[in-house]
């Protein structure tokens, strides 16, 4: 079974730039829920949707950040101007029904110069 | 509001010896679920386990296994005659099991273990 898949792996871009990261949840999972991780803070819940609706997204650090997910099989996060301090690794996370676990992608490493 | 404490921030242990991570958490939800991940070197959260608040039981799964105590609000995870590909960052979380934020995720700050051949 395929797992989430995050693209791309590995970003490096210029502050200023636009930047998207994309992930696609496991066939079926009805929530998703992107991830930022720093050494800093450690992991941290950016915004999570439910049926492709989001609900709680008190963890986006501030406007450049925004986040859809225009179908059950696809969602993006997106950082506009990116700055430095937007590098961290992005995990996104996709569970099922009910009270199943949450599985992860393998994460996008972003690097912003 | 939910807190997880993973008080050991890292561990060096040496091949075939057993190590246990601690856990502790705080919540007012009557029902709630715990959970332990882990990250390789490699970067990528695998989910281990999955426990509820209803169910004390010990659970062993090969070398892995948990101590979950209600009265002590932890959930200890130990590793039996561990190998240096036990080498990682681990990860205790809690989530509620209703409400507004249903399924999200509380992670602790993780315990480095370092398994040295």
């Known amino acids: 079974d395929a797992g989430v898949i995050q693209s791309p792996r590995h970003e490096v871009t210029e502050m200023?730039?636009?930047v998207t990261l994309r992930c696609k949840p496991i066939s079926g999972h009805n929530s998703l829920f992107w991830y930022r991780q720093t050494m800093m803070r450690g992991l941290e819940l950016l915004i999570y949707f439910n049926n492709n609706v989001p609900i709680d997204?008190?963890?986006?650090?501030?406007?450049?950040?925004?986040?859809?997910?225009?179908?059950?099989?696809?969602?993006?996060?997106?950082?506009?101007?990116?700055?430095?301090?937007?590098s961290a690794v992005y995990f996104c996370a996709s569970k099922?029904?009910?009270n199943q676990p949450q599985h992860f992608g393998d994460?996008?490493?972003l690097s912003i110069l | 509001a939910q807190k997880v404490t993973q008080a050991q921030t890292e561990i060096s242990v040496v091949e075939k010896e057993d190590?246990?991570?601690?856990?502790?958490?705080?919540?007012r939800d009557t029902t709630y679920y715990l959970f332990w991940y882990k990250q390789p070197p490699s970067g990528e959260l695998v989910f281990l386990i999955r426990r509820n608040s209803f169910d004390e039981q010990n659970e062993i799964s090969g070398r892995y296994s948990w101590n979950f105590q209600k009265s002590t609000s932890s959930f200890n995870f130990t590793i039996t005659a561990s190998q240096v590909v036990d080498s990682a960052v681990y990860f205790c979380a809690l989530s509620n099991a209703g409400g507004?934020?249903?399924?999200?995720?509380?992670?602790g700050q993780g315990t480095i273990l370092t398994v040295h051949p």
Do not use: H, W
């Open chain 1, 16 to 18: 200023g730039q636009e």
């Open chain 1, 57 to 86: 997204d008190s963890g986006m650090p501030e406007d450049r950040f925004s986040a859809k997910m225009p179908n059950a099989s696809f969602s993006t996060l997106k950082i506009q101007p990116s700055e430095p301090r937007d």
């Open chain 1, 96 to 98: 099922g029904f009910g």
């Open chain 1, 107 to 109: 994460g996008t490493r």
């Open chain 2, 19 to 27: 190590v246990t991570l601690d856990c502790v958490y705080e919540t």
């Open chain 2, 100 to 107: 507004t934020s249903y399924g999200k995720l509380t992670f």
